[in-house]
């Protein structure tokens, strides 16, 4: 399946949302798409075509996976990122090669009211240094006609092989690809092994990737848009403000510079973007981590399914649905999801026959299975996320763990009333 197949197939079952008449990247576009939250495409921005909200939700994503939307946790743990990559020698991406760079002929979108600039929000920053491969998404400033920032984030993979680069003075090759296969979408928001995200994404797709080399030597899935370039070891700029997933706006920094240094792209490419804080920005920051809560519950009790929820901006809250062995189990289940996703705020660990992916269905077990003394687990001073603005500046926060499930013994007590089917 290719990035133009799944725009295809959304189309096709009725859920793409399409805007014809002209249409402004200056705050419009976000605007629109944050009322529609459906995949839409915009056929005219500045007179191209955009797409955003592609991943928008767990029925995309359970299209892209060719499963059941109760089932996506499931798959994404049982697949080891052992999928087959092929170097190919040409790709669709190369129909036009643009050697004088021009960053702002892109649809580069501006989302929000106090923006530092135009955001590359959906480009897969693809780097190579010492033999070492990363992919993964950044978001990208513009700053110039040719010169992107880009916020790296320490000690991740792309910052770790852009200070080996920077130690030695040398520039840190990058392909930044926009528009491409959405399993390679994901895959590359997925905390996998160094160098292994293509070959994650091969085995989620369950077909091999193919990769193409670009003139700097970064190899490259097919796609829309290729931005080909170097960071640079020694410039810096003031990077922000930007919108992150809490809704808020981060801080400032200087970050690393990208100097563009030539553009390859399909005849009449269809740009990518996502909403900062909207909900594909939220399903690409959290699903990734729900497999590794659930791998993590399940050595210590009997998982049934995990969601990281969308009130919880897909990140801050999770909600593990157990089998309940023994009276601990819960508390077990709390503290493991802790430790696998080290981010998060707020636990709620319920029984089978609560729906996980109903807040209403969450609150009620929450309402009639919880006594405050005896299943409300608080740990101060802990590691959480940067990203929360009720936490110190360095992430330190206290985090509470909820047990709402029904209490083994009184099992008879929390039983809910059925009507009998005819």
Do not use: W
């Not at 080891?80 to 004088?100: N, Q, Y």
């Not at 580069?108 to 135009?118: Q, S």
């Not at 030695?168 to 392909?175: D, F, M, N, W």
């Not at 990737?209 to 097919?222: D, M, R």
Request: aromatic share 6%.
């Amino acid at each position: 399946m290719t990035y133009r197949d799944f725009i295809d197939r959304l189309k096709e079952n009725g859920k793409l949302v399409e805007v014809h008449q002209p249409v402004s990247p200056k705050f419009e576009a976000s605007r629109i798409a944050k009322k529609t939250k459906a995949p839409v495409l915009f056929h005219d921005v500045s007179g191209s075509k955009v797409i955003m909200n592609l991943l928008g939700s767990r029925d995309e994503l359970a299209a892209m996976l060719e499963v059941p939307k109760e089932e996506i946790i499931k798959k994404l743990s049982e697949v080891s990122p052992e999928g087959e990559v092929r170097l190919v020698s040409d790709s669709p991406t190369l129909e036009v090669i643009e050697d004088k760079v021009d960053l702002t002929k892109l649809p580069i979108l501006t989302h929000f009211e106090k923006d530092g600039a135009p955001y590359i929000t959906a480009g897969i920053v693809v780097s190579e240094y010492g033999g070492v491969m990363n992919a993964s998404i950044h978001r990208l400033m513009l700053v110039g006609k040719d010169k992107l920032a880009v916020r790296l984030v320490p000690p991740r993979h792309t910052y770790l092989l852009h200070k080996k680069a920077a130690e030695k003075g040398e520039a840190l090759p990058i392909a930044i690809v926009l528009g491409c296969d959405p399993t390679i979408i994901y895959a590359t928001s997925t905390r996998v092994p160094v160098g292994k995200e293509f070959e994650y994404a091969a085995a989620l797709r369950g077909a091999p990737v193919e990769l193409f080399e670009c003139s700097n030597g970064v190899k490259v899935p097919h796609s829309e848009i290729v931005l080909e370039g170097y960071v640079d070891p020694k410039e810096r700029v003031d990077e922000g403000p930007f919108v992150d997933i809490t809704g808020t706006y981060d801080v400032v920094r200087k970050e690393p510079v990208i100097r563009i240094t030539r553009i390859i792209h399909r005849k009449n490419p269809i740009y990518h973007g996502i909403l900062p804080a909207g909900p594909e920005h939220l399903l690409m920051m959290g699903v990734p981590y729900e497999p590794r809560i659930y791998r993590a519950v399940g050595e210590v009790t009997t998982v049934k399914n995990v969601v990281l929820t969308e009130g919880g901006c897909c990140y801050l809250h999770a909600v593990v649905q157990i089998e309940k062995q023994t009276e601990g189990d819960a508390k077990n289940a709390i503290m493991a999801a802790f430790a696998a996703h080290t981010s998060l705020k707020h636990v709620v660990v319920v029984d089978e026959d609560i729906n996980i992916f109903d807040p209403a269905d969450v609150e009620f077990a929450v309402a009639t299975r919880v006594k405050g003394d005896m299943d409300i687990l608080i740990i101060p001073n802990v590691r959480g996320s940067s990203l929360d603005p009720r936490g110190a500046p360095d992430g330190t926060t206290t985090k509470v763990g909820i047990d709402a499930t029904k209490v083994l013994v009184e099992k008879e007590n929390f039983e809910r009333a059925v009507i009998p089917e005819e």
